[in-house]
């Protein structure tokens, strides 16, 4: 019986023990396949790093040194072997183009990017499923027809046109917002950014007019951003909420009396969750690394603009911490969401 | 349904409206602060701010407003030497040395006195060192070996530089203007050394020099923030902060110079400085430039064999819109040039024998056998005007049946195939090294058995008689006879070579109209702020 009840204790523990090293396993094997993939893309890129970091007039015996300090000389699988090393110690090596440490510099890019792709997706979360109540609420009517157009201006028209657009009118010719960078040029090099997120720094930072700045830097790259995935998160969330509209409680809730409006709000809406949820997730990855055209016109800091010049300049270590950093990023976001849905979903439990 | 969506309208218009009037409160925009000049440009080429290292175009142009060297180029002529750190200098009697006799009281931005000491450190890390611009500084013979002996410190105050190469002490002298013999602070430096590193990461992020600015703040990619150095001899700079804003897009950074949120864009495209033409409170400044723009063909190609005969070569230079390129396309950007020395290097050639003329292309293809069409593949840099130059050259070379296929590629892919020899054509820039013929004609009209850096061995263009002449020509002192040399190489090449030289570069940058006292010269490390004020 002793015997019985410490196996089932054991077993009550073992099994969230196991789903844990299993989440793990899958991990760390999902961003080993990712590091091996982007290695070898890499390793067969046209672009030469030690002629990249030398420069075209170098001589033979630089860049023979530039070569043997990039770890060029040695054949790719020992190559590989050795990142994996320098990876376990917190090293990411040093970027080809900038010569600073790869880590460093992701730890000044991600935080701008976090904080500009989050208050985007609050932004596009809330308004989305606003307009996705009022949509289903009236499906076929004007209403719809009208938000359908506004969801879908931000996903169709260039992300990069929209954004010159908008500063040429909100910075250049009213105003209203603040122009590229983070902040106004009389704080953006005197504040200290100890966590890299400007909202917070420039609040800390106790300097009359920096959250100010802050905000209205903020404004125009987190709406352009949000309305870049409103289109989805309303256009998906629609389609659930119109799915279970049909569902026999709806019918029942409308035999017991219940408005059509009261009906979304309150039955239909948190039955949606999962696939809002599901739909949510993945409009964050894709602000995440799809906020390189927001970063440059605007002059922001960011992962995707980072990335993106790593790779146009074929900068291996930088291209590597990038990809790696997204990936976790990703497989978090992921995993917190499925998280979510089987808390907030009964039958999935 | 009224009942319903009113509401909500009403609460929606209502934030909006709030929102808008909120924003509208915030006060307009001021121009940059009193005292800080803004400048915004394209710096995603920048690899290092150690002057023993850097070596891209934004680090070029930085150098000089953060170290100084013995001796510099005049602003106002550049053919001029002028003593910087150095107050004087005696020339050796073997013409294979000088003496120099150091600025009295010269100090670094710290502080600390510039000595002997900290000339002799300087030269010999940056050819120990050996990082990208250190082939300038072998040019006098120097190599890890031999530099030591080669830098006698007197005393504090005089320093005994000599050379082991054969070249003429005036070339010797330009050698010396260049960022790599940028002076640094050795107990600075040293203090800040990791690893044996002679300082080297630590200098890609910090200065510790004596030039009119030094670096408060670097953020890679993001901007560069100097502060005035009061102590820099020569005198310090007019304003008290240069800030250099990386912005990565041309039409933002037009966009931030119309709004006063900068006072000087550089790196505008032909497009935005006809948009800024005439707007009030904007300049539109002109500066010379040594970048000249040309086609290389790659003779060694033997898929291709056109790309190896003479007459190809001819007809390609009856084939570019010399004038369409310059005046029309570029408007104004580029000038017509055909000859490797660009116009104020002493010995620039300035005629322009040919001009846009498809049927003496044509001509000249027919009797050579080459008039059944020939498909040529060019690379080209993926950014403008290069896109545009390309395009047109597609346009006028078609006119004699030579189809040029375009592959538009990042610099590196180009320069790698460059570099291994695996192109067939390719429209490039040249900017000269140093204010010396030596550093163009060395690449354009020199080929010898290990000269893989050379223009010709990338075409694969094999001239030993020519060879032999560039490299007498940089040993000759007398400087109306290196002239001649010059310009008879010139012609040589304008001739006979595998090159197209096509087009000479005008720097242009727009700036807000109440900036003064900047300027340029022709060299890329040629960019003065510290007489800016405004």
Redesign the interface.
């Known amino acids: 019986m002793a015997a019985h009840s410490l196996f089932n204790t054991s077993s009550g523990i073992a099994a969230p023990l196991r789903a844990i090293r299993n989440s793990l396993l899958s991990l760390t094997l999902t961003l080993a396949g990712l590091l091996a993939i982007t290695f070898v893309m890499s390793a067969f890129s046209p672009i030469d790093p030690a002629l990249q970091q030398v420069g075209d007039h170098a001589s033979a015996a630089t860049y023979a040194q530039a070569r043997h300090a990039l770890d060029l000389d040695a054949p790719l699988p020992e190559r590989f072997g050795h990142y994996l090393v320098r990876l376990g110690h917190g090293d990411l090596g040093l970027s080809t183009a900038t010569g600073q440490p790869v880590a460093a510099e992701l730890r000044e890019v991600f935080p701008a990017t976090f904080e500009l792709s989050t208050l985007a997706l609050l932004i596009s979360a809330i308004t989305g499923i606003g307009l996705a109540l009022l949509s289903a609420r009236w499906p076929g009517g004007w209403v719809d027809s009208v938000i359908r157009v506004i969801s879908l201006i931000g996903s169709s028209v260039p992300i990069f046109w929209l954004g010159l657009v908008s500063l040429a009118l909100f910075y250049a010719h009213w105003h209203w917002a603040g122009g590229p960078g983070r902040l106004d040029d009389a704080y953006e090099y005197t504040i200290d950014m100890p966590t890299g997120l400007v909202l917070i720094d420039s609040w800390r930072s106790g300097m009359p007019g920096a959250f100010d700045s802050a905000i209205k830097h903020m404004l125009l790259p987190a709406l352009l951003l949000a309305s870049y995935v409103l289109g989805s998160i309303a256009r998906l969330t629609r389609t659930s909420l119109l799915g279970e509209l049909h569902q026999e409680y709806v019918t029942l809730a409308r035999a017991k009396g219940a408005g059509q409006s009261w009906i979304l709000v309150h039955h239909v809406l948190p039955n949606c969750m999962g696939p809002m949820l599901t739909v949510i997730a993945l409009a964050y990855t894709s602000l995440l690394q799809g906020a390189v055209l927001t970063e440059t016109v605007f002059a922001r800091p960011g992962i995707g603009r980072y990335l993106t010049n790593a790779l146009f300049y074929g900068d291996v270590p930088a291209i590597l911490g990038a990809t790696l950093v997204l990936g976790v990023a990703f497989i978090l976001i992921n995993g917190i969401t499925d998280m979510l849905v089987r808390l907030l979903d009964p039958r999935l439990r | 349904?009224l009942r319903?969506?009113h509401p909500?309208l009403h609460r929606y218009a209502s934030i909006l409206l709030g929102f808008?009037l909120a924003?509208?409160a915030?006060p307009?925009?001021a121009d940059?602060?009193p005292g800080?000049l803004?400048v915004v440009q394209a710096m995603?080429d920048?690899?290092?701010l150690d002057p023993a290292?850097g070596?891209?175009l934004s680090s070029e142009q930085l150098f000089g407003s953060i170290y100084q060297r013995l001796v510099q180029a005049d602003p106002d002529d550049p053919s001029v030497l002028k003593p910087v750190l150095a107050a004087s200098w005696v020339v050796g009697s073997d013409d294979r040395s000088v003496t120099f006799t150091l600025r009295p009281n010269a100090t670094f931005a710290n502080g600390d006195p510039v000595t002997a000491d900290d000339v002799i450190y300087s030269l010999s890390r940056a050819v120990k060192l050996?990082?990208?611009?250190?082939?300038i500084l072998?040019e006098l013979g120097w190599n890890a070996d031999n530099v030591d002996a080669s830098l006698i410190a007197v005393d504090a105050q005089h320093v005994r530089i000599s050379w082991p190469a054969s070249v003429s002490t005036n070339f010797a002298l330009h050698i010396l203007t260049t960022t790599v013999a940028s002076i640094v602070d050795k107990r600075d430096v040293l203090a800040h050394q990791q690893n044996d590193d002679q300082g080297n990461?630590w200098l890609?992020?910090h200065s510790s020099g004596s030039g009119p600015f030094s670096i408060?703040?670097y953020?890679?990619?993001?901007?560069l923030?100097l502060d005035a150095n009061p102590r820099s001899p020569g005198g310090g700079p007019r304003i008290k902060t240069l800030?250099i804003?990386?912005?990565?897009?041309a039409?933002?950074r037009r966009?931030?110079l119309?709004?006063g949120?900068a006072d000087i864009a550089r790196d505008l495209g032909p497009d935005q400085f006809t948009a800024l033409k005439g707007k009030p409170g904007i300049r539109i400044a002109q500066f010379p430039s040594a970048t000249v723009c040309y086609l290389l063909f790659n003779t060694t190609d033997t898929s291709n064999p056109a790309l190896a005969n003479p007459a190809l070569w001819e007809a390609a230079r009856w084939l570019v819109d010399y004038h369409g390129l310059a005046e029309g396309l570029l408007q104004g950007q580029f000038s017509v040039h055909q000859a490797f020395l660009a116009d104020g290097f002493p010995g620039a050639l300035d005629d322009t024998p040919y001009h846009f003329d498809p049927a003496r292309a044509r001509a000249i293809l027919a009797k050579a056998g080459l008039d059944h069409g020939i498909d040529i593949t060019l690379d080209v840099f993926n950014e403008e005007p290069f896109i545009d130059i390309a395009q047109s050259l597609q346009s006028s070379f078609a006119q004699a049946g030579v189809r040029l296929h375009l592959r538009i590629?990042?610099g590196?892919?180009v320069?790698?195939?460059?570099?291994a020899r695996t192109y067939q054509a390719a429209w490039l820039y040249w900017i000269p090294?140093y204010f010396d013929a030596h550093s163009t004609a060395s690449a354009f009209a020199s080929n010898p058995d290990?000269g893989?850096?050379t223009l010709a061995w990338r075409a694969g263009w094999s001239m030993p008689t020519l060879t032999a002449e560039t490299q007498k020509a940089v040993m000759i002192s007398d400087p109306a006879e290196r002239v001649r040399l010059y310009q008879d190489i010139q012609r040589q090449v304008q001739r006979e070579s595998p090159f197209v030289i096509s087009l000479q570069e005008r720097s242009q940058l727009a700036m807000r109209s109440n900036v003064q006292g900047y300027r340029q010269g022709l060299d890329a490390d040629m960019v003065y702020y510290d007489q800016v004020t405004k």
């Open positions: 349904m319903m969506i909500t808008a924003l509208s915030w307009a925009h940059t602060p800080i803004v995603d920048l690899v290092s290292e070596f891209e050996n990082r990208s611009p250190a082939f072998n990461r890609r992020a408060r703040r953020v890679p990619r993001e901007a923030v800030i804003r990386n912005i990565a897009d039409a933002t966009l931030l119309e709004v949120d590629e990042a590196a892919q320069y790698t195939r460059l570099r090294d290990n893989s850096h």
